[in-house]
């Protein structure tokens, strides 16, 4: 069909066996042809330079394409060229990135150079995974934030009178705040009364008494002495916030087991500032060892004191010095069963100290008023209950109560 076409339009010429159509003249810048070469199509880009184009073959059929047609497959065979060499870079491209993240991953890191973007998808890729990272790190914000949040609804929970409540108010008022010190909680939240319960003292014998007379707590599981109302050290951080109360007293149970702490220089000077600052009364019970950790670690403006303890059958008289304070409501004699009471003599006893109880030259109960506080020597080693002694400790801790002007 095809060659009966051909020569309808040419013009018949046949030499041998070689057949030859002539196409009209046209003008061509660029033409191709397809030749059909036992059963194969080549294409072949040829350039015009005479005024007609003849395509011969031997003994083969000779088929013309149209001029558009091949320019259409040239275009098309160009963008499909564009495209796989675009696909070509972006493979390659691909490979980079991989090994690059194989060869961090195999060093135990990320790699640390950053290629930039060529592609949109490689862009579309970057922006994604940005997004991404802050999304997480707001998640992790989120959840920071939370947890912050349930600690301090747990720290409310679980200490609601405290966490509610001004610690100055309540020292002012004599009502310490209560809750166990603890260095990961901030600051101790001290009692109006604070028992030493260190060195030298016997927590099974006259301390335990002393405790029970004033009214402090051990734990509700095992009984041991800890929480704010015991000061087992002077150089540790609790006292370091113990000396700024006020209204409050600290009590030296009798020092049964050795003579008593030896303080350092900066517990002196918070214990100085602890009696002198605040209304606060250093109550020390016991006997000649008790009088001793006066003169060690206790101080004043004259540099400190000198007491010399001795002993002196009782029973000892109140003092008329004693009216108009808490010990004015106690017995008018306090006993002095063997050899359980120790004093001072009064001539050791500093210029401004104040004698509530006492039999010759011995003072067994007396006050050194010191700046605002005072320091109070009960000569009694609370061995026992005996009631006198019982009623006189009470009242030493009632002077906080009483100002500067009614001592």
Not at 10 to 27: A, H, I, L, N, Y
Not at 162 to 183: I, L, P
């Amino acid at each position: 069909n095809t060659g009966m076409a051909a020569d309808s339009l040419g013009d018949g010429r046949r030499q041998g066996s070689t057949r030859s159509v002539v196409w009209p003249r046209v003008w061509l810048g660029v033409f191709a042809s397809a030749v059909v070469v036992s059963g194969v199509v080549l294409l072949a880009g040829l350039s015009g330079q005479g005024s007609r184009v003849e395509l011969q073959g031997d003994g083969q059929k000779v088929v013309a394409v149209p001029e558009k047609l091949l320019k259409q497959m040239s275009n098309e065979l160009a963008m499909d060229s564009k495209t796989i060499k675009a696909l070509n870079q972006h493979v390659s491209t691909l490979d980079s990135a991989v090994a690059r993240w194989k060869s961090g991953k195999s060093r135990g890191r990320a790699p640390t150079t950053k290629m930039p973007a060529e592609t949109d998808e490689e862009r579309f890729l970057e922006a994604r995974a940005a997004k991404s990272a802050e999304n997480e790190k707001a998640i992790a914000m989120a959840h920071a934030k939370q947890v912050l949040a349930e600690k301090q609804l747990d720290l409310l929970r679980d200490f609601p009178y405290w966490a509610a409540n001004s610690g100055q108010s309540d020292a002012a008022k004599g009502h310490g705040q209560y809750g166990e010190w603890r260095v990961n909680r901030g600051p101790p939240y001290v009692a109006a009364t604070t028992l030493f319960s260190g060195t030298g003292v016997n927590k099974g014998g006259s301390a335990n008494l002393v405790r029970r007379i004033v009214g402090i707590k051990t734990s509700f599981r095992f009984h041991k002495w800890e929480g704010d109302s015991f000061l087992t050290d002077f150089d540790g951080p609790q006292f370091r916030y113990l000396y700024r109360n006020v209204h409050s007293q600290l009590i030296i149970p009798p020092l049964e087991l050795s003579g008593g702490p030896l303080l350092g220089w900066n517990a002196i000077h918070r214990l100085y500032l602890y009696v002198n600052n605040g209304y606060n009364s250093l109550i020390v019970t016991g006997g000649p060892a008790s009088a001793l950790f006066i003169n060690s670690n206790v101080i004043n403006t004259d540099g400190g004191y000198d007491l010399e303890p001795k002993w002196i059958d009782g029973p000892y008289e109140r003092q008329a010095a004693a009216a108009g304070t808490p010990f004015a409501a106690c017995a008018a004699t306090l006993p002095g069963p063997g050899t359980q009471v120790h004093g001072v003599a009064i001539s050791s006893l500093p210029r401004e100290a104040i004698s509530y109880y006492e039999t010759g030259d011995v003072s067994v109960v007396f006050e050194i008023p010191s700046g605002e506080g005072r320091v109070i020597f009960l000569g009694f080693d609370f061995t026992e209950p005996v009631i006198p002694w019982v009623h006189a400790l009470i009242a030493a801790t009632q002077f906080t109560e009483f100002g500067a002007d009614k001592r």
